[in-house]
Every structure is written in structure tokens, then in C-alpha cells.
């Protein structure tokens, strides 16, 4: 089992820059890829980003490849995400991701079996 707990959203301006943090306990937090997925209120939720266990491989969705990077720290057992030049349509409840096993395609499907709890991103115009 895996717990997930994400902190480091708020309201920023369009423009402006937040990193989200999500840290992991339970089982060997280094083994798994980790992710993140966004909700918009009306809206499906999404795929943001991913990366796996070593750091050595990411993914980003389109919408904000260039603006956006995932890293992780693993002996804090934590994965951040970066959001640079943040817009409105980023805002949403972004929830941090963990596949059991996997690559980076299962973010894709996606396949996921542990879900934080998600921090609210709000980016005013």
C-alpha cells in the first residue's frame, strides 16, 4: 500500500510560477514511476505528467510540455511538479499518481492505483 499526500497549491496569476509537491509512504517509494493528473471542474481528469522510478525517463502532456517539469527526490520519498508560466486553463485539482507496475505508457491508459488526496491549483487572469 501506498499513501500520497500533495501539498503546494494555491491562487497565482497567470504568469506566475507554484511547485506541487507529493510525498509517498508505504511501500519502496523508489521502485515506482509517479505521476500527476489534473481535474477541471466539468472536466475529465487528465494527464499532466510522469516519471519513472530513477528519474531517468518523463512524459508531459501538450498542453503544458515547455512550461511544466516532474522530478523526484527519492530518499524524501517525494515527486515535484514545477509550473512555469502557469495560465488559466491550468487551473483544476491536480492529484499525484502511482501505478503498481508499469512504464511510463500505463499514465497514458491510464492504469493507476493509488490517488493523493489532490491540491487545488487556481490561476486568475
Do not use: H
Not at 487528465?46 to 515547455?66: C, H, L
Not at 499514465?107 to 493509488?114: A, K, Q, S, V
Amino acid at each position: 500500500q501506498v499513501q500520497l499526500v500533495e501539498s503546494g497549491g494555491g491562487l497565482v496569476q497567470a504568469g506566475d510560477s507554484l511547485r506541487l509537491s507529493c510525498a509517498a509512504s508505504g511501500r519502496t517509494f523508489g521502485y515506482y514511476s509517479m505521476g500527476w493528473f489534473r481535474q477541471a471542474p466539468g472536466r475529465e481528469r487528465e494527464f499532466v505528467a510522469a516519471i519513472t522510478w530513477s528519474g531517468g525517463s518523463t512524459d508531459y502532456a501538450d498542453s503544458v510540455k515547455g512550461r511544466f517539469t516532474i522530478s523526484r527526490d527519492n530518499a524524501k520519498n517525494t515527486v515535484y511538479l514545477q509550473m512555469n508560466s502557469l495560465k488559466p486553463e491550468d487551473t483544476a485539482v491536480y492529484y499525484c499518481a502511482v501505478p503498481r507496475s508499469g512504464d511510463l505508457t500505463v499514465f497514458r491508459l491510464p492504469r493507476i492505483d493509488y490517488w493523493g488526496q489532490g491540491t487545488q491549483v487556481t490561476v486568475s487572469s
